[in-house]
């Protein structure tokens, strides 16, 4: 099956939408029994899909979990409240008192935090390592690594890891080592993670799963050895999602493959233009060459999307400024995935990053490209550039 088509059908099986084409929206905390074989029953397959208690998931959740299973082909799926939250269990899943982490150093801010803040204090050693490290990260593997961290690109930066090198040394280590992967950007779509030797994978489904602005919502997919551990430990955690969102994100689904195809095309036209203006130093887009990594991104990747970066040439702040605040199209905002164009600037990396040259000064400017036409979103830089040189 396509993945187009898997898009329309994933986890709409009978037993969740009972006769309609979407899946029901049940909301529960209490599932009532019959009687007290019916509560036994439920209690044996309370892991299983099965109504039980609405921490467990309701009919929502399961077809939710079904469909991306179906996606990203992974043995098992678990809902959170965000991606954050997604992230954060994943690790808890993974880690105790002593063992070491290593950890990407592009990886998404709130990430990091969560390991000097939380992870540090809890007595979890955290290595961060340089994106490019590919297969050297043999020499980092201590006998007490137990999760090596990876988000491909990496936000912000953009720089796309050798992800199956990863997962190859990881295997080949003597410690039983679980390679999570932060697959926003993929939105499960554009990589296949089980396929690369990926353990857990996780999104914000928050992003292009919901897909609309209007969800916060993350997911762990896993593999046969993985799962049962992630599964038992986020349910430890307290981690459920309420329906309504989820239903959400089942209606973002469906539309996923038209939306994605859409965002790439545009990204494409617009990264392309802003590579032939003098106020663009670097282009940090894996679909090009000036990209670190680019050559993982033509391997592992079957497509991009519309979230890019790029560096400015030349910047100064009231110049950063005027660019911002005059635009039309591109709104100011964190997250991205949405159907809307945001833009963001970046200009302390030179601080948040161990790796990558970053220099006091660099400006880089994150876009997103929402489903407007192309050329208005270019016409709005155009001024945007106009507005900056006139302050430099
Ligand atoms: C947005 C984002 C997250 C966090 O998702 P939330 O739903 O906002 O908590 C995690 N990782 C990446 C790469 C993101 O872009």
Redesign the pocket.
Known sequence: MTKDTKFVNAGRDKKFTQGTVNPVLQRASTVLFDNVAEMKDATRKRGEKHLFYGRRGTTTTFAFQQAMNEIEGGAGCYVYP??????TASLLAFLKTGDHLLMVDS??G??RDFCDKVLASFGVEVTYYDPMIGKGIANLIQDNTKVIFT?SPG?ITMEVQDIPGICEVAKASNSDITVIL?N??GAGVLLQPFELGVDVS??????YIGGHSDV???TATANEKSWPILREKSYLLGQCASADDISLALRGIRTLGVRLKQHQESAMTVANWLSNRKEVKQILHPAFESCAGHEYFERDFNGSNG?FSFVLNNSNPSALTAFLDGMHHFKMG????GFESLVLSYENLHRERNYGNWQAGDVVIRLHIGLEDVNDLIEDLEQGFERLNSKL
Do not use: H, N, R
């Open positions: 965000c991606g954050t939250a997604a992230i990886v998404y709130p990430t988000e936000s932060d926003t950007w996780v999104q914000a489904a928050t992003k916060m919502l993350g979230l964190f997250s991205w995935g």
